[in-house]
């Protein structure tokens, strides 16, 4: 019954908000939808795009994390991601489709891809105000990464991983699911 499923929302900014269920919902995977068009062929990614205020959906393990445009407060489109949630998960089909995870190149490929990235684009952004950002691992499509230098215990470095790093790794390459610090 998908009134068992219980699910956290937790708002982290005005727009984005991160929803934990008691379940694994993609279990020991994650995947990243830019779009609605990458959504394609995954059930709960097209449900959740339905939704017309969402901009991108992180799907991982046990949590999926939503991006919104708009003003419309979280409490109002909470409820229609949780529904969503629970719908999907009613089915017992993925999250992602076969064919979806089946684009997602072997770890080493991302390892190169993102590392270029930091070298280029990201450290030397960062340098000028004394940080920088290691990449530690690659599991899967999942990065490690560690901010240092400036950048550790900055008030802003919350900041600088969402709305820097992780837009610029995405553009460069968008099969990385979660990036985690």
Known sequence: MTADIKIMADPASNATCKFTVDRPVYPDSSFYFASKERAKGSLLAERLFEIPTVTSVLISHDRVVVNKAGIEEWPAIARQIGVAIRAHLATGLPAVS????????????????????????????????????????????????????????????????????????????????????
């Open 98 to 181: 076969d064919g979806l995870r089946a684009t997602i190149p072997p770890a080493e490929e991302i390892r190169e891809r993102v590392q270029e990235v930091l070298d280029t684009r990201i450290n030397p952004a960062v340098a000028g105000h004394g940080g920088y950002v290691g990449l530690i691992d690659v599991q899967g499509n999942t990065l490690f990464i560690q901010m240092g230098g400036g950048c550790q215990g900055c008030g802003m470095a919350d900041v600088t991983l969402k709305q820097g790093i992780e837009v610029e790794v995405r553009a460069a390459v968008p099969e990385v699911g979660e990036i985690l610090d």
